[in-house]
């Protein structure tokens, strides 16, 4: 079992940043080989945004690539995602995702391998 909290969130206008954190509460570190943020907006579907493999490799979903950066702090069991050039479209309630492995194919990223595990969530909203 994987517990996940996240912060960071809040409402800003277009053009501004955040910086999302994820602290890893419990959970081994098998079971979360792989990290990465989510996110689902109004009437959609959960869709992932940035991944971190155990080795470091990193993947964006192409809509946030150049803009969105995900890093981890191994030290103090925690995941970031910093956000900046924000866009009405990026408004969302943003998660943290754990797993044993985890990928991208045609713009999706994905965990697989064994169970996923997720925070409750943290709003951002962005106004034009």
């Known amino acids: 079992q994987v517990q996940l909290t996240e912060s960071g969130g809040g409402s800003v206008q277009s053009g501004g940043s955040l910086r999302l954190s994820c602290v890893v509460v419990?959970?081994?570190?098998?079971?979360?080989?792989?990290m990465g943020w989510f996110r689902q907006a109004p009437g959609k579907t959960n869709k992932g945004v940035a991944i971190?493999?155990?080795?470091?490799?990193?993947n964006y979903e192409d809509s946030v690539e150049g803009r969105f950066t995900i890093s981890q702090d191994n030290a103090k069991n925690t995941l970031y995602l910093e956000m900046n050039s924000l866009k009405p479209e990026d408004t969302a309630l943003y998660s943290c995702?754990?797993?044993?492995?985890?990928?991208?194919?045609?713009?999706?990223?994905?965990?697989?391998?064994?169970?996923?595990?997720w925070g409750h969530g943290t709003q951002v909203t962005v106004s034009s």
């Open positions: 419990s959970g081994d570190s098998y079971s979360r080989s792989c």
């Open positions: 995702g754990a797993g044993v492995s985890c990928g991208k194919s045609n713009n999706v990223l994905y965990f697989f391998g064994g169970s996923v595990y």
């Open positions: 971190i493999d155990e080795t470091g490799r990193i």
